[in-house]
């Protein structure tokens, strides 16, 4: 059965890190189905985000699902660290993985949900042989590494390629896109076949970020 349920992942690197818990108050008190949290080593990715200590308290102050985008080389040697800290999924990137059905694995065993997530770069059809074993696929549609870029195009057809790949293998993996969206192409994202959105400049650039979170939630 294809999960076409609709989740809105606001992305906290684009709010306001002195306000954190202002921020976090107004996301549990908004349509924001989870929390979307990039972390970012320097390595991987040309920034630095935040990372354990901050997502500890993120968790604190929220009963909302915490999405962790890891975008940080050997992820492997973090995964029981973000899950003490209160992760609830944790997606890596296929092209930091030597051995991503070991990791995928090892995120499940501690009891989190699992991610992958594919560069603009990485074509589709490799995760053919991990599909039936992940909870989301996650479609950068920038580069990663910073927010406030523009969409990238050819992800669209990334995205219907997942979901034909997902209804192929008759795979439960929701298809999570991130960089790049607007109330504008949100409509556009979701035709494609995408159940979860992220969205930081989008949201917290915006005058009223409830409402605009609504309107994703709605687009
Ligand atoms: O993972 C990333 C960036 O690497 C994202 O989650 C961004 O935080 C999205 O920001 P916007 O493109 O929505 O401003
Ligand atoms: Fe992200």
Redesign the pocket.
């Known amino acids: 059965m294809e999960n076409r349920n609709t989740f809105i992942a606001p992305?906290l690197?684009?709010s306001n890190f002195l306000e954190l818990g202002k921020e976090v108050d107004m996301l549990n008190h908004s349509e924001a189905d989870w929390l979307?949290l990039?972390v970012?080593d320097g390595r991987f990715?040309p920034n630095i985000s935040f990372g354990l200590p901050v997502i500890s308290h993120i968790r604190k102050a929220t009963t909302k699902f915490c999405d962790v985008?890891l975008?940080i080389e050997e992820p492997e040697k973090y995964a029981e660290d973000f899950k003490k800290a209160g992760a609830d999924m944790l997606t890596v990137h296929y092209e930091t993985c030597n051995h991503l059905h070991r990791n995928i694995q090892q995120i499940k065993d501690l009891g989190m949900k699992a991610g992958v997530a594919l560069n603009p770069h990485t074509p589709v059809h490799l995760l053919e042989n991990i599909i039936n074993d992940v909870d989301l696929v996650l479609i950068?549609s920038?580069n990663?590494?910073?927010?406030?870029?523009h969409f990238i195009q050819k992800s669209l057809e990334k995205i219907r390629q997942t979901r034909e790949m997902i209804n192929h293998y008759k795979a439960h993996a929701l298809i999570e896109v991130?960089?790049?969206?607007t109330v504008e192409n949100a409509g556009s994202i979701l035709d494609a076949g995408a159940n979860v959105l992220?969205?930081?400049?989008?949201v917290f650039s915006s005058k009223d970020p409830a409402a605009t979170i609504r309107a994703l939630k709605h687009a």
Not at 178 to 181: T, V
Not at 198 to 202: K, R
Request: hydrophobic share 40%; proline share 4%; no cysteine.
């Open positions: 992305s690197l684009a979307h990039d970012m990715v985008h975008m950068m920038v990663p590494g910073f927010g406030g870029q991130d960089g790049g969206i992220v969205a930081g400049s989008t």
